[in-house]
């Protein structure tokens, strides 16, 4: 139950920019090239940081507990803070573009999969969760983007924010 919360949380992520970026009217095409991207990053991003973490827990001795609050903690903080932000939308238009989006909406993946062995013994499935969770909200984001955004868009991640920040206080006590 906490990696499908932490996988919803990560999605809103994706979703609020999915939301931004389907009102740009994206086609079909390009609304499947960019789910699917944002997913295959959000499956490698926490495997890679979940590497990085072990070497770095190796020569660091942390509390991983403390680690996982300060890391969802800050990750939240920073959800939150990205929904004031003024940002200008640039339509997607080449594949460098969907792939720059799709590691943008996933850094906070590679931050989660740090601390990823405390969160779950599973890391394939873990990550393939995440993937799952953020391609169906990237897609769903791009396909009611033209609806909705200016009514869930920066709802959504303060709520995804807030979620993390919870989530990162249980694993402090």
Do not use: C, R, W
């Amino acid at each position: 139950m906490l990696v499908i919360l932490i996988a919803i949380s990560l999605s809103m992520d994706a979703f609020s920019l999915a939301l931004a970026y389907g009102t740009l009217n994206l086609n079909k095409k390009d609304v499947y090239k960019t789910a699917i991207t944002v997913g295959v990053y959000h499956f490698i991003m926490p495997l890679l940081g979940m590497k990085i973490g072990a070497i770095l827990f190796h020569f660091l001795k942390f509390e991983p507990s403390l680690i996982v609050f300060i890391i969802l903690s800050f990750i939240g903080v920073q959800m939150i803070i990205e929904t004031f932000k003024k940002e200008e939308i640039k339509p997607l238009v080449n594949i460098l573009e969907i792939l720059l989006f799709g590691l943008a909406v996933s850094i906070d993946s590679f931050s989660i999969g740090i601390s990823l062995n405390v969160i779950s013994d599973n890391y394939i499935l873990t990550s393939l969760t995440f993937a799952i969770f953020s391609f169906i909200f990237t897609y769903f984001g791009l396909i009611l983007g033209k609806k909705i955004n200016n009514l869930v868009g920066k709802t959504s991640t303060i709520i995804g924010g807030i979620v993390l920040i919870i989530i990162g206080i249980f694993y402090l006590f």
